[in-house]
């Protein structure tokens, strides 16, 4: 997929084009494939993340996110988001088969915005800037929370429910109710469809969440309260059950990488 416009001078082909979005009111994108062409997420200011099949990721303002070609995905952006989105021409070798964080050094940063879409650089100026970027794709480690969505109509109303509001700390027993079922019927029904019991989906619903509150630089204190734990330490005990390192480690982590690509 090469692209093509005309400006007053020549016909300009690029492989690599940039788009800004600024969400107001929060904003999500269906769940999409682009068969064509590979997708980088980065800059964001806000809560931005993307649901993939290799997984869900917060997208914090020190990395980006690439998306290979042809892999499913879903993009939700807060209300007061903003982020660039490039699209790059699917016959340019990808840093990897799975979607990844990459490293975004400051060079790189300022290379994207020039390759805006549709294109204002002349062809040859073009060319060098888009192998730059190309030369430059490196992936990061990247902390992810395994977190199946449970199927049935009632399993997954408590499930959205509980990923809007992750402090909700009503007991299984509770939602039962709310749902028109049995504490017994959506305790087996948790198992069955996503492997964890609902106690432990809890927890890893609100780790998903801490993470992206995370990468939005919200102190540990704001989003402990906000996923549900009565102390900070309480969260940074169960934060580092499930992801493997505190959040004060996970953002120094970030930093770290945001560093080393500079």
Not at 157 to 181: M, T, Y
Not at 187 to 204: P, Q
Not at 214 to 232: E, F, I, K, W
Request: charged share 25%.
């Amino acid at each position: 997929m090469s692209l093509t416009e005309t400006d007053s001078e020549e016909s300009v082909v690029w492989r690599i084009g940039t788009n800004e979005f600024d969400v107001v009111d929060g904003a999500a994108w269906d769940t999409h494939a682009h068969p064509d062409r590979h997708e980088l997420l980065w800059g964001a200011r806000g809560v931005l993340t993307a649901e993939t099949e290799h997984g869900h990721f917060a997208i914090p303002a020190t990395q980006g996110l690439w998306i290979p070609a042809e892999t499913s995905h879903r993009v939700i952006a807060a209300a007061g988001t903003s982020f660039r989105c490039t699209f790059i021409d699917g016959d340019i070798a990808s840093p990897s088969p799975r979607t990844t964080a990459v490293a975004l050094p400051d060079v790189m940063r300022a290379v994207l915005d020039r390759l805006e879409a549709p294109p204002y650089l002349a062809a040859g100026p073009r060319l060098h800037a888009e192998e730059l970027v190309v030369s430059l794709l490196e992936p990061v480690e990247a902390s992810v929370v395994d977190l199946p969505l449970p199927l049935d109509l009632r399993t997954r109303a408590i499930a959205e429910a509980l990923l809007s509001d992750p402090a909700d700390d009503r007991s299984i027993e509770e939602w039962g109710h709310h749902v028109g079922a049995s504490a017994r019927n959506l305790s087996r029904l948790f198992v069955a469809e996503t492997g964890l019991s609902f106690s432990t989906w809890r927890t890893r619903a609100r780790m998903r969440r801490a993470i992206e509150w995370l990468s939005a630089d919200y102190t540990v204190a704001h989003v402990s309260r906000r996923s549900g734990y009565a102390t900070p330490s309480a969260f940074v005990q169960a934060f580092r059950r499930e992801v493997g390192r505190t959040p004060g480690e996970y953002a120094a982590r970030r930093d770290e990488d945001s560093a080393k690509s500079a």
